[in-house]
């Protein structure tokens, strides 16, 4: 028979030995609570429960009365101002050149931008009128 070794049970060390973890081993214990007298957590409002997306809603509402609805107004005011032209008005296109309203179509201007000369300009190049230079 090979080298073996009886264990006697009935030997109190021997059963503390078996039971007792090795070293650097970690046993599973019973947690307990510990009440330390302070209340238990309340539970979360409505509004940290929803997170983040209150303030992404202000923010989306603030970048819309402050970007959006300002740059669609001036859009508006420059459409009718655009449709108010009529022939002998000064007007200054988006490129900066000036010139003079020679006729008016639905959809552009004959413009004469030095004596005899005239070029067709959509009506949405136009950038804005010239007011009357004072003399």
């Known amino acids: ?25 970690v046993t599973a214990t019973e947690v307990q609570p510990v009440d330390n007298g302070a209340a238990p957590a309340a539970k979360p409002s409505v509004l940290q429960s929803l997170g ?10 603030l970048f819309y009365f402050m970007m959006i609805r300002p740059q669609q107004r001036k859009e508006k005011e420059r459409r009718k101002m655009i449709e108010e032209l009529r022939a002998g008005a000064r007007i200054v296109f988006a490129g900066g050149l000036v010139g003079t309203i020679v006729e008016a179509n639905e959809k552009s201007f004959i413009v004469e931008t030095a004596p005899g000369t005239k070029m067709e300009v959509l009506r949405s190049a136009v950038n804005g009128v010239v007011e009357a230079e004072a003399k």
Request: glycine share 2%.
């Open 1 to 25: 028979m090979p080298n073996e070794t009886t264990v006697n049970a009935a030997d109190p060390a021997v059963v503390q030995a078996a039971q007792a973890p090795a070293q650097g081993e």
């Open 52 to 61: 983040p997306m209150p303030m992404i809603l202000i923010l989306l509402a």
